[in-house]
């Protein structure tokens, strides 16, 4: 036989109803749902900073004014090269089918070991330019 000291039932506490009109009681199902939907938010947001912190791994746009742009005649869009100071140019040429463009050939920027820590347009060039095999 159970004395009144055992007669023990754990009850979740009740939240103070003037903070929820109309309720008395936060379930548990309701608290799974909202540990549910702050997990799908923070995940949400993890993402996108995720996604930011890569764009800014990649690092900035190069300046067609850098000091190593200009020498080696670096133009953001290839159709721009003055063809008279690097007659080498060729219609068709530029850093999204250069060996070294580290992007993908869709991609409107990437990746250039002469420009580290630089985007290059993909529809730049330079006179370093190498076609892709
Ligand atoms: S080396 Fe190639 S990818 Fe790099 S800037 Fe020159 S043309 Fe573009």
Redesign the pocket.
Known sequence: MLSDNNAHIDVEPAVNPADRPGRYQVTTLEKTMTNRREFIVQLSLGTGALAASQAMAAGPMLAENDAQATA?G?KADATKVDVKKFPKYAAGQA?KN?Q??QGKPTDAAGG?P??AGKQ?AGA???S???KKA
């Open positions: 080696l670096y850093c250069c070294l463009y250039c002469l420009f290059v730049g060039w330079c370093a330019y190498a």
